[in-house]
Each structure stands twice: as C-alpha cells, then as structure tokens.
C-alpha cells in the first residue's frame, strides 16, 4: 500500500507544493513546528534515509538547502532547522522549517492544524523566495 507521502505526492491526497522535480518534492507540512514548514520527500518510498542511494540524499540535500534559504528571507528566523526523523510515515522526508531558538526545535511545538489559508500563505512566500533565486522546480 502506497505511503500516505506517494497518494500526496501522486495526488490522491491535498498537498502545498512548493518544489516538484524527477527525483523528489517538497510540500508545507500540515501539523507545522513553525510557519513555513516545509517536506522535503523522494518520489520513491524508502523507509529509513540510510538506505537512500548517495546521490539521492545529495540531491535531497541540496533541495533542502534551496529551500531554507527560502524559508530565511521569507520568514523572520534566526537558523533554519532541518531533522531527518522517520517515525511518523514510513517514506523518508526532511523537515525544514525556520526558527528563532532552539525550544522550537521539536516536534512536541507541532501545531495539530493549520488552515488552509495559512498553509497558502506560507507556500507562496516559499515560492517567491524560490523564483526570485532563480530555481525553475517551483511548483504552481
């Protein structure tokens, strides 16, 4: 049975796209530790991120990068946080998010819903940062 991250990723389920390319995307988290949470997630459903293949996680890596950079002009922080934790849904997926100190730094500070209009809100400030450093994988 596909991850609840492969029926976002294929559509089945609602997503925020901020970032879609061959290799993985990236999408607003809905239970967010801050605003501007971000996922970033491989196309293909691997459980833990020791078994991606090195040029996966470089890519992964890269990608989250971009994005943080994003979320630090898009969003007032002082670090952009990034953990690979895996326990939650069985399909790797780095959590990006901005912060201001390192209390934030937990997934016990995770909101248990956002609106939708939130959810929006961040995305498009994501995107925008994203277009204007010039990266052509953002989403619509």
Not at 69 to 97: E, L, M, S, T
Not at 107 to 134: C, H, K, M
Request: with cysteine; glycine share 4%.
């Amino acid at each position: 049975m596909p991850t609840v991250f492969s029926r976002i990723i294929d559509g089945e389920l609602p997503g925020t796209f901020v970032w879609r390319d061959e290799r993985c995307v990236a999408f607003l988290s809905i239970n967010p530790i801050t605003a501007g949470h971000i996922l970033v997630v491989p196309r293909v459903e691997i459980d833990h991120w020791i078994d991606l293949d090195a040029a996966l996680v470089v890519h992964l890596t890269t990608v989250a990068h971009a994005i943080a950079r994003a979320q630090a002009a898009a969003f007032p922080c002082d670090k952009v946080a990034v953990i690979i934790a895996g326990y939650d849904v069985p399909h790797v997926h780095v959590h990006v998010f901005p912060t201001t100190s390192m209390g934030e730094i937990s997934f016990a500070n995770a909101a248990a819903s956002v609106s939708r209009q939130q959810l929006d809100t961040a995305a498009d400030r994501i995107r925008q940062e994203l277009r204007t450093a010039g990266h052509a994988a953002v989403a619509d």
